[in-house]
C-alpha cells in the first residue's frame, strides 16, 4: 500500500497513529539533529520530521533528498512544538521512521509555489509542473466541481445530456472552420464544430425536448487575448419554450451554481434591451458593478462655436466621480488611450469640477465657466468630479467612450471587489448591416428568430425595415463579461430560408449548407430556444479572474500553440500522401 493517508488530511486526533504517506518533496530543512521535510499531494501538504538520534542512517537519507522527489514515508503521528495555523495540518507531524524514495526529480524550472518564478512561456512548456502549484490546482477542482453542479442541476430539470459530433461540415457563417481532411473520401474535409447548434436543434426536432451538453467548441479566430481556439460550452436547448422560460431557467441555474460554489445569492437578475445597454453604456455588456452611465450632451455643448461639436452626430460624456485632480500627465494618456487603433477616437476632451466651484477644461478657448456648468449639470457632476467628452458618429462614439469607462474604472480603482452584478440583454437585433461589405450580417446566428411580432415584417418589408428587426436573442452578463448568449430559433422552413436569403445566400448554397436542417423543419420541428454558456469565462468569473487560460489543464498560447506537445507540427509524408495532401509554403 502507497499511502495510508493523504497528504491534507491528518490531525491532533491522530496523534500516536502508525501512518504512510506519499508524495512530492515541497521543501526540506536542516536544523541540527533535525531534518523537516514538507511533502505535498493534492491534499495538502503535511510536515515530517527525520531525528538523527532517533535513526542517523535515515536522517542522512532524507538529508539528500531534492525538491520534487517522489517519496514514500511511514512513521508515527505526534503533536508539533512549533505549530502552523496557516496550514490545516499544521498542528501535526509524523515522526519518520522508514522512507522509501519512489523516483527522484531533476530541479524544476521554476518553483512549484504559490507565487512562482517561472514566466509565462516556462510554465506553458512544463504545465505538468504548473499544474503542481495550489492556485492551478484550486483552479481545475473548482471547474471539476462547476461540472458537476451544472449536471446535477439540469439532470433535475429534465435536461438530458446528449454528445454530438466532433467531424462534422464546413459552413462560411460565424467564424473560420478548423478543418480535418478525409482519408476515405478523398479531397474532402469534415470541420470541427465552432458549436453543436444545427444539433442541438434536430435533437428537439427528435423530440428530445431538453438537452444539454458540456461541450468542446472550436473557432479559427485570430487571437485576441484570452480567447482559446478550442473552448467549453455549456450548450443547451429546449422545446415547446418561450424566451421567458429559457431566461428563468438558466437564471436558476446560474443562481444554483453561485449559491452552491460562491455561497453567493445573486437574486433575481435585472434586464435590460440591447438598444438601452448601448446608449446607456456604450456596450452590450455593461459591467454594472460601477456608475459612470453616458451622458448626452448635445444641447448643452452644440452651437457655440466649437467646430468638432458643432459637426459631431453626438457629444457624450461621463462623469468620474472624484478625479478632478488628475495631472496633466494622467489626462494625456487617457487621451492617448481613446486615440490608439483599437479604440480610434480622435481626441478626448475634460472638464474638471474644482473643489472651488470653477471649471478648468481643455477647451476653454470656446466655453467659458457658465458654459462648462451647464455641462456639468447635465451629468450630475459635483466640485471633485471630472468628466471626459467624446464626439462623433453616435454608434462609433458611444462605444468608444463604453471602453474608456471601462478603461477608467479599471485603471483608477473603481470596481468594487467581490460583487458580483449579472444582467440579461434582451432584444437584441436581428441583423448587422455591414457597411463595408454592403450585406447583412447575423446578429447571433442565422437560427435566431426575429421577435414573433416581427415576422410579417421580416417576411414582407424593405431593405430599411430588416435593418430595424428585433430577435428573441439574449445575453447574460456577469461583472462586464459575456457569460452566455442564445436565442428563440426560427423553426419554419419558410422563415429560415427568408432568413437566408438576407444573409446573402442563394437558395442553392442555402439548401447544400443546410438543406438538412430545413428539410427537418418540414417535419414536424417543435417551436425551440436555447442557450450556451461559456464554461471556462464563467469559471474565471466566478473567482473574479480575468484570464480563462487558468482554468483550463492545457491552454493554448497567444498564437494558437500547445508550447509542451509543440503543436501543431508538420506531419509526414506517408501521412500526406494517404490524405491526397500537399503542403507547398509560399
Ligand atoms: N450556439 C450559440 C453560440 O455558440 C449559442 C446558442 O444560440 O445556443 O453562441
Same mark, same amino acid.
Given at each position: !500500500?502507497?499511502?495510508t493517508?493523504?497528504?491534507g488530511?491528518?490531525?491532533?486526533?491522530?496523534?500516536?497513529?502508525?501512518?504512510?504517506?506519499?508524495?512530492?518533496?515541497?521543501? @526540506?530543512?536542516?536544523?541540527g539533529?533535525?531534518?523537516?521535510?514538507?511533502?505535498?499531494?493534492?491534499?495538502g501538504?503535511t510536515?515530517?520530521?527525520?531525528d538523527?538520534d532517533?535513526?542517523?542512517?535515515?536522517?542522512? $537519507?532524507?538529508?539528500?533528498? @531534492?525538491?520534487?522527489?517522489?517519496i514514500q514515508?511511514?512513521?508515527?503521528v505526534?503533536?508539533?512544538?512549533n505549530k502552523?495555523? /496557516?496550514?490545516?495540518t499544521?498542528?501535526?507531524?509524523?515522526l519518520?521512521?522508514e522512507?522509501?524514495?519512489?523516483?527522484?526529480s531533476?530541479?524544476p524550472? %521554476?518553483?512549484?509555489e504559490?507565487?512562482?518564478?517561472?514566466g509565462d512561456?516556462?510554465?506553458?512548456?512544463?504545465?505538468?509542473?504548473?499544474?503542481?502549484r495550489?492556485?492551478l490546482?484550486q483552479n481545475l477542482?473548482?471547474?471539476?466541481k462547476l461540472?458537476?453542479?451544472v449536471?446535477s442541476?439540469?439532470a433535475?430539470?429534465h435536461?438530458?445530456?446528449v454528445?454530438t459530433?466532433n467531424l462534422?461540415?464546413?459552413t462560411?457563417?460565424?467564424?473560420?472552420?478548423?478543418?480535418?481532411?478525409?482519408?476515405?473520401?478523398?479531397?474532402?474535409f469534415?470541420?470541427?464544430?465552432q458549436?453543436?447548434?444545427?444539433?442541438?436543434?434536430?435533437?428537439m426536432?427528435?423530440?428530445?425536448d431538453r438537452? %444539454?451538453q458540456?461541450?468542446?467548441?472550436?473557432?479559427d479566430e485570430d487571437?485576441?487575448?484570452?480567447?482559446q481556439?478550442e473552448?467549453?460550452?455549456?450548450d443547451?436547448?429546449?422545446?415547446f419554450v418561450?424566451?421567458?422560460?429559457?431566461?428563468?431557467?438558466?437564471?436558476?441555474?446560474?443562481?444554483?451554481? %453561485?449559491?452552491?460554489?460562491?455561497?453567493?445569492?445573486?437574486?433575481?437578475?435585472?434586464?435590460?434591451?440591447?438598444d438601452?445597454?448601448?446608449?446607456?453604456?456604450g456596450?452590450?455588456k455593461?459591467d454594472?458593478?460601477?456608475?459612470?452611465e453616458?451622458?448626452?450632451l448635445?444641447?448643452v455643448?452644440?452651437?457655440?462655436?466649437?467646430?468638432?461639436?458643432?459637426s459631431a452626430?453626438?457629444?457624450v460624456?461621463?462623469?468620474?466621480?472624484?478625479?478632478?485632480?488628475?495631472?496633466r500627465?494622467q489626462?494625456?494618456?487617457?487621451?492617448?488611450?481613446?486615440?490608439?487603433?483599437?479604440? @480610434?477616437a480622435?481626441?478626448?476632451?475634460?472638464v474638471k469640477?474644482?473643489?472651488?466651484g470653477?471649471?478648468k477644461?481643455?477647451? =476653454?478657448?470656446?466655453?467659458?465657466?457658465e458654459a462648462?456648468?451647464?455641462?456639468?449639470?447635465?451629468?450630475? +457632476?459635483?466640485?471633485?468630479?471630472?468628466l471626459l467628452v467624446l464626439?462623433?458618429?453616435?454608434?462609433?462614439?458611444r462605444t468608444?467612450?463604453g /471602453?474608456l469607462?471601462?478603461h477608467?474604472?479599471q485603471?483608477?480603482?473603481?470596481?468594487?471587489?467581490?460583487v458580483?452584478k449579472?444582467?440579461?440583454?434582451v432584444?437584441?437585433?436581428?441583423l448587422e448591416?455591414d457597411?463595408e461589405?454592403e450585406r447583412?450580417h447575423a446578429m447571433?446566428?442565422?437560427?435566431t428568430?426575429?421577435k414573433r411580432?416581427?415576422?410579417?415584417?421580416?417576411?414582407?418589408?424593405?431593405?430599411?425595415?430588416?435593418?430595424s428587426?428585433?430577435? =428573441? +436573442?439574449?445575453d447574460l452578463?456577469?461583472?462586464?463579461?459575456e457569460?452566455g448568449?442564445?436565442s428563440v430559433?426560427?423553426?419554419?422552413r419558410?422563415? $429560415?430560408?427568408?432568413?437566408f436569403?438576407?444573409?446573402?445566400?442563394?437558395?442553392e448554397?442555402?439548401? +447544400?449548407?443546410?438543406g438538412f436542417? !430545413?428539410g427537418?423543419f418540414?417535419y414536424?420541428a417543435?417551436?425551440?430556444?436555447?442557450?450556451a454558456?461559456g464554461?471556462?469565462?464563467?469559471c474565471a468569473?466566478m473567482n @473574479?479572474?480575468s484570464?480563462i487560460r487558468?482554468y483550463?489543464?492545457?491552454p493554448? /498560447?497567444?498564437?494558437?500553440?500547445d508550447?509542451?506537445?509543440?503543436a501543431p507540427?508538420?506531419?509526414?509524408?506517408?501521412?500526406?500522401?494517404e490524405?491526397q495532401?500537399?503542403?507547398t509554403v509560399?
Open positions: !500500500m502507497f499511502r493517508h493523504n497528504c488530511e491528518l490531525r491532533l486526533t491522530d496523534a500516536g497513529t502508525e501512518v504512510t504517506l506519499s508524495g512530492w518533496v515541497q521543501a @526540506g530543512r536542516d536544523f539533529g533535525l531534518t523537516f521535510v514538507d511533502l505535498r499531494d493534492r491534499y501538504i510536515q515530517v520530521v527525520f538523527s532517533d535513526d542517523a542512517p535515515l536522517t542522512e $537519507q532524507a538529508r539528500k533528498l @531534492g525538491r520534487e522527489w517522489v514515508v511511514k512513521g508515527t505526534r503533536e508539533r512544538t502552523n495555523p /496557516n496550514r490545516p499544521g498542528d501535526v507531524e509524523i519518520a521512521r522512507m522509501t524514495v519512489l523516483n527522484k531533476k530541479v524550472p %521554476f518553483t512549484i504559490d507565487e512562482t518564478d517561472g512561456d516556462l510554465r506553458m512548456k512544463y504545465r505538468y509542473l504548473d499544474l503542481r495550489n492556485p490546482q477542482i473548482f471547474r471539476s461540472a458537476l453542479a449536471r442541476y439540469l433535475g430539470q435536461f438530458l445530456e454528445e459530433p462534422i461540415k464546413s462560411p457563417e460565424g467564424a473560420r472552420d478548423f478543418v480535418v481532411p478525409s482519408r476515405l473520401n478523398e479531397g474532402q469534415y470541420a470541427l464544430p458549436s453543436p447548434q444545427t444539433f442541438k436543434q434536430l435533437l426536432v427528435a423530440g428530445y438537452y %444539454f458540456i461541450v468542446k467548441c472550436f473557432r487571437l485576441r487575448a484570452d480567447r481556439p473552448f467549453t460550452q455549456i443547451c436547448e429546449m422545446a418561450t424566451q421567458e422560460e429559457v431566461l428563468n431557467t438558466f437564471e436558476g441555474l446560474t443562481r444554483h451554481v %453561485f449559491q452552491e460554489l460562491k455561497g453567493v445569492d445573486l437574486g433575481k437578475f435585472p434586464r435590460m434591451q440591447y438601452e445597454a448601448i446608449r446607456r453604456f456596450s452590450d455593461p454594472m458593478r460601477f456608475g459612470m453616458l451622458v448626452e448635445n444641447e455643448a452644440q452651437n457655440k462655436g466649437f467646430n468638432v461639436f458643432d452626430e453626438l457629444v460624456g461621463i462623469r468620474v466621480p472624484g478625479l478632478a485632480d488628475l495631472s500627465k489626462l494625456d494618456a487617457l487621451t492617448e488611450w481613446v486615440k490608439r487603433p483599437q479604440i @480610434g480622435k481626441g478626448l476632451v475634460y469640477c474644482n473643489e472651488n470653477s471649471y477644461s481643455s477647451v =476653454d478657448k470656446f466655453f467659458d465657466q462648462l456648468g451647464t455641462w456639468a449639470a447635465s451629468a450630475g +457632476a459635483t466640485p471633485g468630479d471630472l464626439s462623433g458618429n453616435d454608434e462609433q462614439t468608444q467612450l /471602453n469607462r471601462l477608467v474604472a485603471e483608477y480603482d473603481m470596481i468594487p471587489a467581490g458580483f449579472p444582467l440579461w440583454v432584444d437584441f437585433p436581428l448591416w457597411e461589405a447583412f447571433h446566428h442565422p437560427f428568430s426575429p411580432e416581427e415576422v410579417d415584417r421580416m417576411l414582407t418589408g424593405d431593405h430599411e425595415t430588416m435593418k428587426l428585433k430577435a =428573441d +436573442a439574449y452578463v456577469i461583472n462586464g463579461a457569460i448568449g442564445g430559433r426560427i423553426f419554419d419558410a422563415l $429560415q430560408e427568408k432568413n436569403q438576407l444573409l446573402g445566400f442563394t437558395p448554397e442555402a439548401e +447544400a449548407q443546410f436542417l !430545413m427537418a418540414e414536424g417543435p417551436p425551440h430556444a436555447g442557450i454558456f464554461f471556462d469565462r464563467l468569473v @473574479g479572474k484570464s487558468d483550463i489543464a492545457f493554448k /498560447n497567444n498564437q494558437g500553440r508550447v509542451m506537445i509543440d507540427a508538420p506531419i509526414d509524408e506517408k501521412q500526406l500522401r490524405l495532401l500537399r503542403v509560399e
